[in-house]
Structure formats: structure tokens, C-alpha cells
């Protein structure tokens, strides 16, 4: 008997998104395999729910404004054994599920986070993300750092350690990297950007 292949649900918190929704949900829709996209909404008054209910039925409009408590309640819903953490405006590539796939097959790795990079860019901000990355790298190895744009973690260690802190109004991503640190590998995965 095979064993399970974990399922990846993808959680988006949004606000005022718009512009930036339909390209996020249009390469996720058709990465395979199929991966569980889940859209929390905190009080948008343009079309992003509207955009997003064209691509997932799985679209929450929460009261209270909050990445935190968008991504916390994004993850109560989701049915994944890995959560991955997207802001609205990020383009995942199609390896993207392998790369996740590979780095929780080790069963000790319990977060992750990956390179960040500009669409479109000058040569001074190609720099820039070059350095960023090769420091997160670096200080992921000592003292686990993650930023918002992408952040993957097992569920039911997620849950363990209560999520993302609500009460913080940034550095939320880094705080839930030092968190879930403690409970096991969190790690920077080098070839995913």
C-alpha cells in the first residue's frame, strides 16, 4: 500500500485586491496536481471577492480587518495536511506542489519558506532580492525567519502552536517561523521562487 500523498491548501488573505487577484488564481487553478485555494477577505469594498469566487468556491468574507486573523481563519477551514501562505499578489511556478511535496517528505520539517523575487525589476532591485534571499537563507539556518509572501507549514503543527499571533501588527510570518522552530525543522527551500 502507497503511502498518502498530503494535500496542499493554499490560503489567501485579501483586502482591496483587485488588481492583483485574477493572475494569483489563475496560475494556482491550474497547477497540478489540484491544490485546495481558499480566499479570506477583510472587508474588501472593490470586486476581489467577486474575482475570486470566479476561480474557487471556497471565498470567506471575514468582519474584522487583520492578515493574522485572515490567514487564522483561512487555516480553520482548510482541509490540507500543509498549509501554504500567499499574498494576493504572488505567481507560484507549476513546480511549485512538487517542491512542497519534497520538502515535507521529511517528516521532521514542519515549516518553510522560499526565494521572493520581482516580477519585473530593475537591475538594482534584482540585487537587492538576491541579497534578501541569501541572508533569509543564511539566518534560516541558525534562527528560522519567514516572510508573508510565502509561508508553508504542516496543519496540525500550525494548530499546535495557535497559528499566526493576532495580537502583533507585523512580523507575524517571522514570529510563527520562531514558534514552529521549536517543534521541529523550519526550512528555506533553495530551489522554489
Known sequence: M??????ISVIIPTHQEEKYIAKTLSKLT??????????????????????????????????????????NYGAKKANGDILVFLDADVHPPQDFTEKIFETFNDPTVVGATCQI??????????AFFHFY???????????????GEFLAARKNDFLKV???????????????AQRLSKRGKFIFIRDLT
Open 2 to 7: 502507497q503511502p498518502k500523498t498530503p494535500k
Open 30 to 71: 491550474n497547477i497540478k496536481p489540484t491544490i485546495e485555494i481558499l480566499v479570506v477577505d477583510g472587508g474588501s469594498r472593490d470586486n476581489t471577492v467577486k474575482i475570486a469566487k470566479q476561480f474557487t468556491n471556497k471565498v470567506y468574507q471575514i468582519q474584522e480587518r487583520g492578515i493574522s486573523k485572515a490567514r
Open 117 to 126: 523575487m520581482p516580477t519585473k525589476s530593475k537591475l538594482a532591485e534584482l
Open 133 to 147: 534571499n541569501l541572508l533569509i537563507q543564511i539566518f534560516t539556518k541558525f534562527k528560522p525567519h519567514s516572510r
Open 162 to 176: 495557535n497559528g499566526f499571533n493576532e495580537n502583533i501588527p507585523c512580523l507575524e510570518d517571522h514570529d510563527l
